[in-house]
């Protein structure tokens, strides 16, 4: 980043750590406003748990974060829809607002069909720019269990990880756009996207199979949020970076789950692939 960008950024936002990582769904949920039917209750394990519930009457619910943040790493412990979710969209992003020149960092879960994959899409927006998806099906059930779904977000590059399973890098150019200057709110989603979520839009939702719920049993940040002064490298997520043994089990996920690379996509982009496509 140049010089005059950089002191350009510190006098719009400065930043501070917050690590807010706790073990009750209490006490976390008080880091969020909520929209629509967000319930608590308790797992097999009386594990007290956040659940998101979605039916025709109660529309689309969701957790928005209090604090805004500029990089970082995110977390939720989740178990997504039993049985038929077809037409669901469950998501986990960070998103700067919703004008045209937004940034935006998404892991979606398009519902399926009982007994079909769920399809995870991943994202990147900067600066209105997107459709830049990766698509794994996911390679177990993930309403059979809860599952961790991780984002980080650094000056470097944008992680995604499924348990301890890394399946995408998406690296940043310095001639190119990136999420690097607007703080962004952190977003849990469950919505009706019968238009686009299955089979591209083929299969809507089932409302005879509402309410639709996902559960999330922990939540962990350790980030930069407006407010102070940020301690860059702290546990290491400021400069992560993929080794070889994490590069690998990307190559492991690409070869063996992905389901849609916009790198490969002519048909959307007739005019050329995007410039990171041809970048190593």
């Not at 209750?41 to 957790?63: E, I, T």
């Not at 607002?97 to 009982?114: L, P, Y």
Request: charged share 20%; net charge positive; proline share 3%.
């Amino acid at each position: 980043m140049a010089r005059a960008a950089r002191r350009s950024l510190a006098a719009v936002i400065t930043v501070a750590l917050a690590l807010l990582q706790v073990a009750s769904a209490g006490s976390w949920l008080r880091q969020f406003t909520t929209d629509g039917t967000v319930r608590t209750g308790y797992d097999a394990s009386r594990q007290k748990v956040v659940m998101l519930n979605l039916d025709r009457s109660s529309g689309a619910a969701g957790l928005n974060s209090k604090q805004q943040f500029l990089y970082g790493e995110f977390s939720f412990e989740m178990k997504l829809i039993r049985g038929n979710s077809a037409g669901t969209v469950t998501c986990f992003y960070l998103s700067s607002g919703t004008d045209h020149w937004r940034d935006e960092i998404d892991m979606e879960f398009m519902g399926n069909s009982s007994g079909q994959p769920v399809v995870l899409n991943t994202n990147v927006w900067a600066n209105g720019d997107g459709k830049k998806e990766h698509q794994f099906d996911l390679w177990f059930d993930p309403s059979a269990d809860y599952h961790i779904y991780t984002i980080i977000w650094n000056p470097t590059n944008i992680l995604f990880k499924v348990d301890n399973v890394f399946i995408r890098s998406f690296k940043r150019y310095a001639d190119l756009a990136y999420p690097s200057s607007k703080p962004m709110t952190l977003h849990a989603t469950l919505w009706d996207g019968s238009y686009w979520a299955t089979e591209k839009g083929k299969v809507p939702i089932d409302w005879n199979n509402a309410p639709f719920v996902v559960s999330y049993r922990s939540f962990y940040a350790n980030t930069c949020v407006t407010g102070g002064a940020c301690h860059a490298g702290r546990d290491g997520w400021m400069s992560r970076r993929l080794d070889a043994a994490e590069w690998g089990t990307v190559r492991w996920a690409e070869r063996n789950y992905m389901r849609y690379n916009y790198c490969t996509d002519g048909w959307r982009f007739p005019n050329g692939l995007p410039a990171e496509c041809s970048r190593k």
